[in-house]
C-alpha cells in the first residue's frame, strides 16, 4: 500500500528516535519529571529484545536506573562483582575493583533485562511508544518547532515537537540529518571481530575472566549463575556458521589455559553472532533543537563494557538539562550537554581502546609493539596506581 497522506498527530514536547536502553531511559526519566515524550522505534519489541548484547553495569548506571524507578528486578537478580580477572599469556592478574576504588562494584544484569524492564515501565504509565515505524525523517531542526515524519500501517505522520532526541544507534537516522551541518566524526576500527555465544550452563568462574592469548583474546561472562556469556576474538571476514558449538568450545578452552579449561561446562549455545570493534565519536551532540544520545553518536570496542553505560550517563545529563528546560525555563543546561556529555565520552573511548590494545592479538603489530603489550601488563602487575586507574575507569567515572 502506498503511504497516504500525511495524518496530523498529537504534540509532544519531545520527540525520541529509537526505543533501545537510551530512548526507553530517557523516556522514563522524562515520564516521572511530568514530560510528555513519544518514542518512534523502528523495529518491533521482540526484535529489539532479542539483541544480546551488554552484560555490566557500572554503579552509576544502577544509580540512574534506580532514579529512573527501574531497579526492582536488577536489585533482585543482578549479580555484584567486587573485581575481575586479567589472564596474560596465561599469567593472572585480579583487579580488585571493590578495594582500589573504595569499596564501587559493577553489576553483572543483561541489557536486554534492563530493556525489558523499561518497556515494562512504559506500557504500565501507558506512555506512547511507536513501534515498526518505517521512513522515519527529522525536520525543522534549526527553528523552534521541529518535527519528525514516519509511516506506520501505510500512513505518514508528521509529530511536531519542541525536542527532538536521536537515540537511533550507529546506524540510524538522527546522525545522518545532520552530517551536512558541521558534524565531525573520529573514527578507529579494529582488523578483528568478537565472535559471542549465550548458553545455559554455569559460569566457569565467578568472577569475569580477560584472557589475551596468542591465539586471540577471550572473555568469560556471564547473565546469571545459571547462564553464560563468552566471546572470542575472530576475523572480520568471518562467518558464524564456521563456528559449530564444538568448534567454538574447543577454541574457548584453548585460549583460557588448563585450569580455567577444567571449570568450563559447555553446552548447546542460544546465541551466536560476530561483532565489529569500532572507536567512533561524533562532535558536537546538539545541533539546534536535535541532541545525539548513546550509540547514535559514539561507538566504543566492548572491552571494558563501556558502551551502554556510556549511553545511560548521555540519558542521564540530557534528562536533567531537559528538565531545566521544561520545568524552569532555563537553557543552560541543554546548551552545555554536548560538552557535558563528550568529556566523559572521550574518557570512556580512551579506556576502551587501551583495554582492547592491551588484551587483543593484532596480526601487524611489530615485536617492538607487542613487548609494548607485555610492558602494559607488567606494569598493571607492579603497580597498585596503574591498576587503581584501571578499577576506576572500569567502575565508572562520576557521572
Ligand atoms: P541501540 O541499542 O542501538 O538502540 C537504538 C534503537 O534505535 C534500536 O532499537 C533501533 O532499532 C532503533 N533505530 C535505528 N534506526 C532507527 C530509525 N531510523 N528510526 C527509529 N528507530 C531506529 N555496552 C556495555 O555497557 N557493556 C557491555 O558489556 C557491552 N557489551 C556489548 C557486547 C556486544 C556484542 C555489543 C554489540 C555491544 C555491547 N555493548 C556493551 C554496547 C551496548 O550494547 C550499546 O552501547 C547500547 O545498546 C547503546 O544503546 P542505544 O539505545 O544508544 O542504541
Ligand atoms: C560483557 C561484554 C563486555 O564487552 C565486557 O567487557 C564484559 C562483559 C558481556 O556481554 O557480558
Known sequence: MNPSLEKPSPRYQVVIVGGGPSGLLLGSLLHGAGID????????????LGRIRAGVLEQG???VLTQAGVDARLR???LPHDGFALCVDGEVLRIDLNGLTGGKTVTVYGQTE???DLMDQRSRFGAASIYEAADVAIGDIDTPHPFVTFVKDGVTHRVSCDIVVGCDGFHGVSRRTVADKGLNTFERTYPFGWLGILADVPPCSHELIYVAHK?????????SPHRSRYYIQCDLSDDVRNWSDDRFWDELRRRVGPAVADDVVTGPSIEKSIAPLRSFVAEPLCFGRLFLVGDAAHIVPPTGAKGLNLAVSDVHYLGSA??????????TGID??????LDRIWKAERFSWSMTTLL?????????EQRMQRAEFALLQSSQAARAVMAENYVGLPL
Do not use: N, Q
Request: hydrophobic share 40%; net charge positive.
Open 37 to 48: 515524550a513519544l518514542i518512534v522505534e523502528a523495529r518491533s519489541p521482540d526484535y529489539v
Open 61 to 63: 548506571t544502577v544509580d
Open 76 to 78: 533482585a537478580e543482578g
Open 114 to 116: 534492563v530493556t525489558r
Open 215 to 223: 591465539r586471540g583474546f577471550a572473555l568469560c561472562s556471564m547473565r
Open 322 to 331: 531537559l528538565r531545566e528546560f521544561f520545568l524552569e525555563r532555563s537553557s
Open 336 to 341: 552545555h550537554y554536548s560538552a557535558r556529555a
Open 360 to 368: 587483543h592479538r593484532f596480526d601487524s603489530y611489530t615485536p617492538f
